[in-house]
């Protein structure tokens, strides 16, 4: 018997006109944990969609635990004990925690029925072996993002999982879920589970995993053992060009025209009297934990909530903004964190997107679009952010998640905002679309827009913010200049002990 | 060309001949389900192929054509129409009215297609303004309307229509039925306005991510609205025809037509979860089933068994769509 509990062989994939896999090879030993690197778009996801049974390949084999799997469809790889995690949970929230554990591999008494006493005792023990504050009956949607996340986990043990893999499994956690997040995969790890890892967070990366497999463009790049690891040898064979060509520096300063200002935003779930200013030229980082309220401050913003008290003055005059058509109108431009459900319509073309907002712009006084016009907008962007598109007219749906955070952000731009709102801009994206992000971000602020790039990644708020500003549930508890803050300030006012 | 997002997708693949391109489009398979079964038709009952009877089948289609344009409009943004059915009677009946009080026909015209607009734009307010779920709305739509009808009539049809403005549904242009001439204008202009308008676009979008348009800075509730309001304008249209073709305004017109609508935008490949479809594949739908149902009566099919067929045809269209996107 080989030494490998999983091996990939050669395995080729192709999608009309676009070779997604050639020739790869990933092999998994029991109780590994393995990183599976590369930016996006480099074939991850379809290699991890092939071994679960979403795909089937063109050519090559998979062997596992000695025999040949062929599988015809994911219910096959459940039931081999192959699982995956997506980064988008598959939870359905509106059922209990336990239900969801055992959503399709029901607990049944003898006559067919299901067996709530098994299902909430088996459900118990799961959550205790994971050491987890989990009651059974609880329901799921009322739960937060990590115990969410231990759900899917326990839901995969309770299939007998013995490969289990994990699609940015930390995107969407805070430092301490993290942690706990690690101690259990050490657990599943001593107990022989397998664990594939996908995560553009190298320092995860290099403190949880054995060995990192890179892949680029489709084909193996490169395999190292963690420990003989470092970041800079992981991002230049995954990228393959040194880390140091990605940044530019800012070249001016912002100017003293304030541009922007909220004076004393309250509103739902539960803002209290936000007060800041922007000025010309300047990137404003808004800092905190997940649930202080940043995202709902930048809603009511933009009108998408309605503010109960404050206001909001832009060039010295007050607005009155009841809906995002106002705030588009004021040229104040907002890009959502969810791209896929908040940002982009998805079945629609690179075109259509990138002119969602800017209609009356690229059309005459009849209201019919000049398809002119929309191509030369859309081209401009394109070209500028140097977006991969096979064409304008390719579809958002089949584009990598960098260059569809580049749709978003052109349609942004093609408003011509002068305060433009960036929500999580690099969330999910690679290293590489990650500082091309930054540089556009940084470029902007040079030509005199103010921008406010929400992030709970506090490298990227230091790399990009001239000044920071600290939420903590509703309130903005710190505003911090760059130069005199550092990392530990920006946490003690994140928690809320300034 | 009407288009879908995955034709789109395939277009960009390659560009190769003219008989590639015509097989790429999504409307190509349902196109020659429709000459197929115009063959087989045409072989068991050969009268099908005859002059007078496509003449009777094209106008009959034309009616649902309008119509379902409407109803595609509003399953394009993700709702549905159910009361189209009622606006057809209710529309006929003022413009038949509205002849009955001594109005010349332009007017009478205009009052269906105010009355038609109107029912619509209180479909609409109530779904995008008040927020209730499209179907409960137009199901409660299609029994107020319909009861209006009975209230206005009591039961009676409307028999004072103007002799000129019978031309609507019974004459001829070019030795084409009048209504298939009005179906052809309402299909090359609802295909420009889709394609080329803002209005047109937003729909799609709407349908596509309802929440990413809103935040675009999108009114969408307005556009929500008006949808609706084409809906019933289409319906008027028909409803209007109607009226000339019977030479007075039926209390059941229209009864039952939802059906047909919405069938004929399914089978032309609509999607009812919104943002994808064509005016194209709506006729194409709207024709198929036209042609099935004369089919069925030329080759002698009991009535009894029609109304089964036709509701097995809608959900074969819908498994063969379901099964195509997989």
Redo the contacts between chains.
Sequence with gaps: MSEYLIEMKGINKEF??VKALTDVDLNIKKGEIVCLLGENGAGKSTLMKILTGVYKQDGGCIYYDGGMLDFHSTRDAYEQGINIIFQEFNLCPNMTAMENVFLGNENKTKSGLLSYKETRSRAEEFFNRLKIDIKPDDVVEKLGVAQQQMIEIAKALAYDTKVLIMDEPTSALAEKEIENLFIIMRELKERGISIIFISHKLDEVLEITDRVVILRDGENAGEVQTKEATEETLVSVMVGREMSEFYTARKSKPSDEIIFEAEGLCGPPHIKDASFKIKKGEILGLAGLVGAGRTELAKLI?G?EKKTAGRIIMNGQELNIK???D???ARIA?L?EDRK?????????VR?NTT??I??KV?NM????N?AKEKEVTDKYIKGMKTKV??R???V??LSGGNQQKVVIA?SLA?EPELLILDEPTRGIDVGAKAEVHNIISDLADEGMAVIVISSELPEVFHLADRILVMHEGEITADLMKDEADQEMVMHAAIGAV | MAETTKARANLQVKRDNLFMRFIRQKESAIFLALIGIMLVITIIAPKFATPGNLYRVARQISFVAIVAFGVFTVILTGGIDLSVGSIIGISGVTCGLAMAAGAGPFVAVIVGLVTGFGVGMINGILVSYVGITPFIVTLGMLSMARGAIWIITKGWPVEEIHEKFLIIGQGKFLGIPVPVVIAIVVAVAMHLFLRYTIFGRRLYAIGGNEEATRLSGINVKQIKCLAYGISGLMSAITGIILVARFSSAQTNAGDGWELDAIAAAVIGGTSLSGGSGSVLGVIIGAAIMGVIRNGLVLMKVSAYWQTAIMGFIIVLAAVIDRVKNR
């Design positions: 009309p006109g933009i998408a809906s995002p058509k705030s588009v109108a907002y959502p459900n908040l940002g982009l319509v998805l079945p629609m073309t259509e969602l907002s209609h009356n059309s009849m209201n019919i679009i398809s096979s064409s007219e390719q579809v749906e089949t349609k408003l």
